[in-house]
């Protein structure tokens, strides 16, 4: 047998171990269900729900997230760009005093932007962008579909400003700021594999953990006349 046949063969064979090792790694983290629980934490029980407690179907839909956008690469916001977003978002939330409808609307286009401006899909392909937020930032994910879901019910009538329609906005916007919090830190936090989750403080509270707390959805509003 000749040196080159012999050489052939070498690289047929490397080829086809390579590729049966890929596609060993890629079965596994399709179907590796610890991992995938570790990595998506709250986002891993809603998915499992939504398939009606079929963990296979809901590790499958997990796992094709983290194929297409587990590679993303979050581009840091200059230091002026997280004050002004940060303006925006204590705006929005002393607005929510007298127009909670408006200011919820506003945090879901916020957010939308600032995921964009970080690199995510753009907010005009909400499921997709969605969809790599929680790849990333899975323990705060749902704060935005809830506010966006808030703002899209309120396109539609439903609950005036005040009563129970007023606490699920604000409930909406204090989920929704923790992901915002993520979104425009310093560091470009989010959640590592395994890792902790900060927590969202409850309503009725002040978070003292948050350079800007979210004093304006506790005040009190003023009756009207």
């Not at 080159?4 to 390579?18: E, S």
């Not at 998915?47 to 079929?54: F, I, P, Q, S, Y």
């Not at 839909?61 to 002004?84: K, M, N, S, T």
């Not at 309120?154 to 700021?177: I, K, M, N, V, Y």
Request: charged share 30%.
């Amino acid at each position: 047998m000749s040196t080159g046949l012999i050489i052939l063969l070498i690289v047929i064979a490397a080829v086809v171990v390579v590729g049966a090792v890929a596609l060993l790694l890629r079965s596994r983290g399709r179907h590796g269900g610890p991992g995938l629980r570790r990595r998506f934490g709250p986002e891993y029980e809603r998915t499992v729900a939504l398939h009606d407690g079929d963990a296979k179907a809901a590790e499958r839909e997990l796992a094709d997230r983290v194929e297409r956008h587990g590679d993303l690469r979050e581009r840091p916001l200059e230091g002026a760009e997280r004050e002004r977003y940060a303006q925006r978002w204590t705006a929005l939330q002393e607005r929510f005093v007298d127009a909670p409808r408006e200011a919820v609307s506003e945090a879901d286009r916020l957010l939308a932007e600032v995921a964009a401006v970080r690199g995510y899909p753009d907010g005009g392909r909400y499921e997709e962008q969605l969809a790599a937020l929680s790849v990333h930032h899975a323990d705060h994910v749902d704060g935005y579909r809830q506010v966006h879901r808030a703002a899209r019910a309120g396109t539609d009538g439903g609950a005036g400003r005040d009563g129970a329609g007023t606490e699920e906005l604000r409930s909406a916007l204090l989920e929704a700021r923790a992901l915002f919090d993520d979104l425009t830190s310093d560091s470009g936090r989010h959640r590592a594999p395994g890792g902790t989750s900060r927590t969202t403080a409850p309503a009725g509270t002040r978070s003292h953990a948050r350079p800007h707390a979210p004093w304006a959805l506790h005040r009190s509003r003023p009756k009207e006349s």
